[in-house]
């Protein structure tokens, strides 16, 4: 099977040359060439039974590498930083100004939004994904229920993130943060820009909102699923032939089909390098009672006033996700079965270091019918 890596192992150098890159798109580069090989180092294994010997090498543990994000499951440029920023700060004030509405809820609400740059094709595509409980807090401290049909009216939401987006996005212009190159350089001149902004205003943007989640569980299944993807999996890719990758995609405008879409490398890597986010930029944000300020305090108490019981999960070891994923036992010698392989020696070289995480999670969703919601700028 054809790989991301395959793909920047033989041409991403070349590609390097050709075009000016960023640091971090440097960094990501080489990561996801050297991922899993000995450049990385590793260490050996051998079956106590049998003495069958398993090498293993180190990842990269880049969060824009899909073969680590499988696991897991950084600034292209300021211009990116800033819309991004803005698009989180718009989507957050959306939801929070509409929700304290006594039209809509009148409830401080909680939500966590996950930021995605691509579509299917890899074209870039930035939007915010965000998930919401069905209720919020009163300014008297008693729980409010969402009504059971929907949260907020679609085109209240759509027409709220417009005009709050464009406002804050003539502040960064006035401002002087935005800066324009090739094609769109002539946004520069003030009266262009002013122009854009007009026809901005009178397009209908899209707010898209989905059914409720059954139950905590499938918003645990949701966050798996979309807080740790990257611009594409390996499994999406079908080959590289003569310097042309093609992988499968789905054309949402034609019926969700899938199709397959075939690319220069070089214009493969292109779209690939576009989303790889500023260094730092955290990409999941949680808001209101979902914040980190407001875990021991109001969510505690939302949790008391809707009888959310605390659920304590074991969680998962390496092994037993790889298991999951791949369906490799890496416990067991793949010769014999024996189930005690012996780490003997270390190859060198590591990868960097990622800090260890507390081994039980507690899991603590109170729901009640709570909303998927998509904030899309085309």
Not at 52 to 75: D, F, G, M, V, W
Not at 176 to 196: I, M, P, T, V
Not at 327 to 354: N, T
């Amino acid at each position: 099977m054809v790989e991301v890596q395959d793909i920047f192992l033989k041409h991403g150098n070349t590609y390097r040359t050709n075009h000016k890159l960023t640091l971090v798109q440097h960094k990501a580069i080489s990561a996801i060439q050297k991922c899993r090989t000995s450049q990385l180092g590793g260490h050996k294994e051998v079956c106590d039974e049998c003495g069958h010997t398993r090498i293993s090498y180190n990842s990269c543990r880049n969060r824009h590498c899909p073969k680590c994000q499988a696991l897991a499951k950084e600034r292209w440029i300021e211009n990116q930083k800033a819309i991004y920023t803005l698009l989180f700060k718009t989507v957050a004030e959306t939801l929070t100004e509409l929700a304290s509405d006594k039209k809509y809820l009148g409830a401080k609400i909680g939500f966590t939004s996950v930021l995605h740059t691509w579509g299917q094709n890899l074209i870039h595509h930035p939007h915010v994904h965000s998930i919401v409980p069905g209720g919020g807090l009163s300014s008297i401290g008693k729980w409010v229920n969402s009504r059971k049909k929907f949260f907020i009216p679609v085109k209240v939401l759509s027409r709220k993130f417009r005009g709050k987006f464009l406002y804050h996005l003539k502040q960064l212009y006035n401002q002087n943060k935005l800066e324009f190159h090739g094609s769109q350089a002539y946004l520069a001149n003030n009266k262009d820009f002013e122009e854009l902004l007009s026809s901005l205003y009178n397009k209908e943007w899209v707010v898209y909102c989905k059914p409720p989640f059954k139950n905590a569980a499938c918003v645990v299944e949701y966050l798996g699923r979309y807080t740790h993807r990257v611009a594409i999996s390996n499994k999406r890719i079908v080959s590289l032939e003569k310097d042309r990758v093609t992988f499968k995609w789905r054309d949402y405008k034609d019926d969700s089909k899938q199709k397959l879409m075939t690319l220069s490398a070089d214009e493969f890597i292109r779209r690939f390098l576009i989303h790889i986010l500023p260094n730092g930029f955290m990409k999941i944000r949680h808001y209101g009672l979902l914040g980190n300020r407001n875990k021991t305090t109001k969510l505690k108490l939302c949790k008391q006033l809707t009888h959310t019981p605390l659920l304590t999960m074991e969680k998962s070891s390496i092994l037993q996700l790889i298991l999951k994923i791949t369906g490799m036992d890496l416990s067991k010698c793949p010769i014999c079965g024996s189930d005690k392989p012996k780490q003997f020696m270390s190859l060198g070289k590591s990868p960097p270091i990622a800090r260890e995480t507390v081994y039980v999670q507690k899991i603590a969703l109170f729901w009640g019918g709570g909303s998927y919601i998509y904030f899309c700028v085309i």
